[in-house]
């Protein structure tokens, strides 16, 4: 079983570890319990998998572009593909499963009958692009149980034949994804999926210099409040307290893989003084610049 330590590429899409070459499936765990911060959470990504989730223990809530959910043990999210999403945990044990989908493993050809009917009213995002599901309805269990056969034949890696088996249970309970969705689904606006993005792309390519409200929003055609209130509806967290997160988790990339100076470090991820930096890399991961390097030692 992988576990999940999210690579994502500048422009935030996430890099998927398949579970065979050529074959586009992931499977993985997420298990916060064995986070290295207190404060640990799957920042946010975006990539062209549809993501299925199912929490195995304790409470994760996942955010989707202005939706929230609260997920306890044995519930399960359907995330479609290209949307924002990020995940935290709401208990200290809080873990859970993911399996990632290419569209191309359900129908590669976007001129069959099976395309026209199974994936583009997910592709187009004019149906459900999220939803939850459950043991308790015919569907959501049969969900469920396809997604533990899944996981179970992930870690089968000598079995003759192990992808036709993963992909024949996809393809069998695909129509019941769509009922699902159709039942109980919630549209994610692609409009407010698009503006999101590039306003986390601009934070991310500027993280390492002086950012004002301004300027972000003169970049989103928004005006500064329009641009404040998106944010915080989007994504739970303010536009600067976001920013504050994502350069506390650049710090410790380059901790644990540079010998860069703790001021060097302060400078690179965009913070006025070492000082400031250690403050607010302490309350965010419960433990000073240096401590955390002594623990994650550059390679």
Known sequence: MIVNQLKTLDSREGIMERISPGFPLSVYQTDFAQAQSPSALVPWHWHEDFQICLVNRGIVRFHVVSQSYRLAEDTGLFINCRLAHTAEPESPDASYYGINVHPDLICPRPDSLVYQQMLLPLLQLSTSSVFLFHRNTPDGRGLAEAFTRILRMADQKEEAGRELLIQSE??????????????????????????????????????????????????????????????????????????????????????????????????????????????????????????????????
Not at 209 to 228: F, Q, V, W, Y
Not at 243 to 258: C, F, G, K, M, P
Not at 279 to 287: K, P, S
């Open 170 to 299: 996809l393809l069998r309970i695909w129509p019941g994804i769509l009922r699902l969705g159709n039942g109980s689904g919630k549209i994610v606006n692609a409009a407010q999926n698009l503006r999101l993005k590039e306003i986390l792309l601009y934070l991310h390519a500027h993280y390492s210099e002086k950012i004002t409200l301004r300027e972000l929003a003169a970049h989103s055609h928004l005006s500064p409040g329009e641009c404040s209130r998106f944010f915080h509806k989007a994504t739970g967290m303010t536009l600067f307290s976001y920013l504050l997160q994502y350069r506390i988790r650049q710090s410790r990339r380059l901790l644990s893989e540079t010998d860069l100076s703790i001021a060097q470090i302060a400078l690179e991820c965009g913070f006025s003084s070492q000082s400031y930096f250690t403050a607010c890399f302490r309350e965010q991961a419960g433990c000073t610049p240096n401590q955390y390097r002594r623990q994650n030692p550059p390679a």
